[in-house]
């Protein structure tokens, strides 16, 4: 068995000469350019997949290799995988020269060898080097262009991967810092055999709203840091992946709750003692933050440009109304500069930084004796942060718009908070504790909506028109303000769910 540790990027063919000359800098010990020819195995019910392993024969210069690769993990774009690799003749995968250690109890090697079909293939020409770091250690670099066939259909590869072959581990950043330099790269945490499957099936990355973070009760504070900020960059560049994939602006609102959610996890470690001075990857993140700033200004605008403007239908002058709305959307920035923003350096540099960071920290974290710790910090952490926002919503007697703007960032810092401990607790508590909050954010999303017509109104020249514009965004404040006033009272009388007896 060998452990693959490598870092991947996707890439732009039209930089190669780039990246050549970035390679040239470097200690060249071999080079080869081959012809790499791959077919990936699967049964029809995809028991390979169920077990969390890939199948794939290789053949290069006429020599064929079979691979078995089990359940690894990926963070931001290193790839962990135990892989098992046995040569053989021809094209067909025979399992049983495999060691039969690597099988699952109860599995029918020969039954599961009848059932292998071809699946996809990824056919791709790769130039390596084998490169010698100033410290000695060996590292692999792969630049791959090819396709992915699957189902009559086809995707282009366009890879850099840098395996470590020998040495420290620690200098695969060095050179992944270097790399994430050259233009349009980014790293890439979907491998070759999962675009295959996503391609076999006419899969595509969709949508998904951010859910609880795998914590444990028995989990130190160190091993809850790692999960929850695992758990933001692994939703971050899915929806990278989902947007630039498909172009679903949807995807940038969840890629900017995952800018939300590191960023209050940094606040809550923080207080816990954690720090994180000196580390790059913390102002790329607030770089990051003010880059995706304008999401939320977007959102108003579609929101209020939906079915055919039904939520502003009834004011005057609608299809000026609507054309001054598209005018100031089409202000923000295009889809031009969001994949610029994505294929960037600075990006590229982060994704690699808090990638470095989070597996310094699994080397360094010493498992803490107190395993109530994490719970303790939890229930602090939430109780402080709902007992303080109740607080500054409870200490006027009706509602404002001041007031509840005012407190938006703390609301949804709470509800970052409930996202990070909530699978501590009982699932369907925590949701229904959040219900009447959503109820109120989404209130206060609807205010701004209000406010974009009130910035309309302020242009409209005809002062009659300008009247009935400004009468109909104070009867919808007002009525809004009711509705969010009724969710507010349920809001804090609802029990704190992490605190109940049980608990």
């Known amino acids: ?40 195995f699967e049964t029809p019910t995809r028991a390979l ?24 993990r990926v963070i931001g774009g290193l790839h962990q995988r135990p892989e098992y690799n046995e040569p053989i003749e021809g094209l067909d995968p025979q399992l049983a020269l495999f060691n039969n250690k690597i099988w699952p109890d109860n599995c029918d090697i020969e039954q599961l060898q009848t059932q292998l079909s071809p699946l996809f293939s990824t056919d791709f020409r790769r130039l390596h080097w084998l490169l010698e770091m100033p410290d000695g250690t060996l590292i692999e670099v792969a630049y791959d262009c090819g396709k992915i066939t699957a189902a009559q259909q086809e995707e282009d590869i366009c890879e850099i991967e840098l395996e470590l072959v020998k040495g420290d581990e620690a200098q695969l950043f060095v050179l992944g810092k270097d790399i994430a330099s050259l233009p349009q790269v980014r790293l890439g945490n979907v491998s070759k055999a999962q675009r295959g499957y996503m391609l076999n099936e006419g899969a595509s990355f969709a949508v998904k709203p951010i859910d609880f973070s795998d914590l444990q009760p028995e989990m130190d504070l160190k091993e809850a840091l790692s999960v929850n900020f695992q758990h933001g960059l692994k939703h971050l560049q899915y929806h990278e992946n989902c947007y630039l994939e498909g172009g679903d602006f949807n995807a940038l609102v969840e890629l900017q709750k995952s800018i939300m959610f590191l960023h209050q996890n940094i606040h809550l470690f923080h207080d816990a003692g954690t720090s994180f001075k000196g580390y790059s990857w913390v102002e790329d993140l607030q770089w990051l933050a003010r880059s995706f700033s304008w999401v939320d200004e977007r959102l108003v605008f579609q929101k209020l440009l939906e079915n ?30 969001i994949f610029n923003m994505l294929h960037s350096s600075r990006y590229c540099h982060f994704v690699l930084g808090l990638t470095e960071w989070l597996i310094k920290l699994e080397k360094t974290a010493q498992k803490e004796h107190d395993s109530n710790s994490l719970l303790a910090f939890s229930d602090k952490a939430l109780t402080e942060g709902w007992s303080k926002l109740k607080a500054e919503l409870s200490a006027e007697p009706l509602l404002t718009i001041e007031n509840l703007l005012q407190h938006q960032g703390l609301l949804a810092a709470n509800l ?88």
Not at 60 to 69: E, H, L, M, P
């Open 49 to 72: 997949r169920a077990m969390d392993m890939g199948l794939r024969v290789r053949r290069i210069d006429g020599q064929s290799t079979q691979t078995i690769k089990t359940s690894g």
């Open 308 to 337: 055919k403007a039904y939520y502003i239908r009834k004011l005057p002058k609608l299809k000026q109304l609507q054309k001054n709305l598209r005018l100031a959307e089409q202000a923000l920035p295009s889809e031009e500069d």
């Open 416 to 503: 970052m908070i409930g996202f990070s401990f909530g699978n501590l607790f009982d699932a369907q508590r925590s949701v229904e504790y959040c219900y009447p909050w959503l109820d109120i954010y989404q209130g206060m999303q609807e205010l701004s909506m209000l406010d974009a017509i009130y910035e309309q109104a302020l242009e409209e020249e005809d002062i009659e028109i300008r009247n009935e514009y400004f009468k109909w965004v104070k009867r919808k404040q007002y009525s809004l303000l009711s509705a969010i006033e009724q969710s507010k009272q349920y809001a804090v009388a609802n029990e704190m769910y992490w605190l109940a007896p049980e608990h």
């Open 1 to 40: 068995m060998e452990t693959e540790i490598e870092i991947k990027f996707f890439f732009n063919a039209h930089f190669a000469d780039e990246l050549l000359h970035k390679i040239s800098q470097y200690t060249v010990i071999s080079h080869k350019n081959q012809m790499l020819y791959n077919v990936y």
